[in-house]
């Protein structure tokens, strides 16, 4: 699968003792002031900030259980859940490095700041590529940063602004300016990458020119530092901006086997990947035996919404599956995790799992690691920190008991998950899994009666 790249150039330098811009108030280089509504930022359709997506989720201890072999980190109650440092898809105002007043947006963790479009009335550095008032007309007239006391330094892309998954993105620091009587004397190249990348420069961060691959689907800045031969640094750090949005473009498709998609429900911004509710009575998630059972009949709106005879994968449509791990969610989905559960969600209803395996401790592993745990997205469930390697991924469900999930509200008679395959399942909650105890409306949670097609399903990725 393949990416389009959207290079955004932030920031090509800024001279020292510079145009100073009048910024809001509110906006500051740490949050600043918020942005209510709609605001478009790099392309990216923003949506108004979901508050449900950040609730922290307690576990209730199972009473009397006594801890099994799996890593502590299993043993409940566990650690609070996943708590996001931002309000998932909120955006904010903030400060580029050339001092524009620039958006930026939550995903996981706030992303970079993007700089305006260059404003056509001043004779300042918008946009924070190093020129001032280009592609405006000569009125009134400006010219290019040039260094004074410090070096400036400028990123090359040499790609442009669109690449495939997989081709090597070429960094060049060579255009980069020093004072006069000096030259550019040594760089340092670093990058803040989205969620699962394991991306880094070749041959070294220190070298004048770097390839980097964008690797995964998201936001990433590149920082450039230049010092010149008389041991000054450049007055502010050169930054690009490169969007990885997921491509070839497909024909709009729900991706859920019903018709109806739960979660990532914008099928423009969310092309590759679904969010779809529904039950399922064969069990597992992550062993590669698991195939469509019922002829993609499931789904909460589908012909078999309790999930008789239907297998986890009868969720997904044709030409879809169930997502296989983190890192195709990572490519697939441009905000991670975040879309995924909708603004209107209650706390503890929606669970979208997928086929990442685990061997212990709810700790990501790579394909044949072993069937531990359900990981998924939405706001059920365990959270999953930085130190579980499970990238865009935020929920899981765990249990330190044979024949439980281990999370109280998915589980019978708050929830319909069911982990049950007797000793030793505790281990294999991955590949015992169904999604079927709360038959007929047979549940409660919060006064709510549940059946077996409510709080979840799975994450369905295009073929």
């Given at each position: 699968?393949?990416l ?40 990216l ?67 970079p ?22 592609d405006?007309?000569p ?36 255009g ?22 394991t ?91 698991v ?10 709106d ?16 044709e ?7 983190w ?44 069937f ?43 929830g ?48």
């Open positions: 699968m393949s389009r790249v959207i290079a955004l150039l932030l920031v090509s330098g800024a001279a020292c003792g510079g145009t100073q811009l009048a910024v809001p108030d509110t906006a500051s280089t740490t949050g600043g002031g918020e942005v209510t509504g709609e605001v478009p930022v790099a392309g359709d923003v949506a108004t900030p979901a508050p449900d997506a950040v609730e922290v989720a307690d576990v209730a201890a199972d009473v009397g259980s006594e801890p099994d072999a799996e890593a502590p980190e299993d043993v409940l109650p566990p650690e609070p859940g996943f708590v996001y440092t931002c309000a998932p898809l909120e955006v904010q105002a903030c400060v580029t490095a050339c001092l524009s007043v620039g958006k930026k947006k939550c995903l996981k963790d706030w992303g700041c993007v700089p305006p479009q260059e404003f056509c009335g001043n004779c300042a550095d918008d946009d924070c590529d190093g020129q001032v008032n280009e405006c007309a009125n009134p007239p400006c010219g290019v940063v040039t260094p004074a006391e410090c070096p400036v330094g400028v990123i090359a892309v040499e790609e442009g602004i669109s690449v495939d998954v997989g081709v090597t993105l070429h960094l060049s620091s060579a980069s300016v020093a004072p006069e009587g000096s030259t550019i004397a040594s760089v340092k190249w670093e990058a803040t990458a989205p969620d699962g990348s991306s880094t420069f070749a041959p070294s961060a220190t070298a004048a020119s770097a390839t980097f691959v964008c690797d995964v689907a998201g936001q990433y800045l590149f920082t450039l530092t230049v010092v010149d031969s008389k041991g000054t640094a450049g007055c502010a750090p050169a930054q690009v901006v490169v969007l990885a949005l997921p491509s070839p473009p497909i024909a709009p498709s729900i991706g859920c086997a019903d018709g109806a998609r739960e979660g990532f429900v914008d099928v423009a911004t969310y092309p590759q990947i679904a969010a779809c509710s529904g039950a399922w009575a064969q069990p597992g998630l992550t062993p590669d035996g195939a469509p059972t019922c002829g993609r009949a499931g789904g909460d589908g012909a078999k919404p309790e999930g008789a005879g239907c297998s986890s994968a009868d969720l997904c449509a030409g879809w599956h169930v997502c296989k791990t890192k195709e969610v990572a490519q697939k989905s441009p905000t991670g995790c975040a879309g995924a559960t909708p603004p209107d969600a209650k706390p503890k209803s929606l669970l979208f799992a997928l086929r990442q395996p685990s061997k212990t401790g709810s700790v990501c592993g790579e394909w044949g690691d072993g531990n745990d359900v990981f998924g997205c939405g706001n059920l469930g365990t959270g999953l920190g930085a130190d579980k390697g499970c990238g865009p991924l935020d929920r899981v469900i765990a249990s330190t008991q044979p024949d439980k999930c281990g999370f109280n509200e998915a589980e019978p008679p708050l319909p998950w069911e982990c049950k395959g007797g000793p030793g399942s505790d281990l294999l909650e991955g590949q015992t899994v169904t999604k079927k105890a709360c038959a007929g409306k047979s549940c409660s949670y919060d006064g709510v009666p549940l059946g077996s097609a409510d709080k979840g399903g799975v994450l369905c990725c295009h073929d």
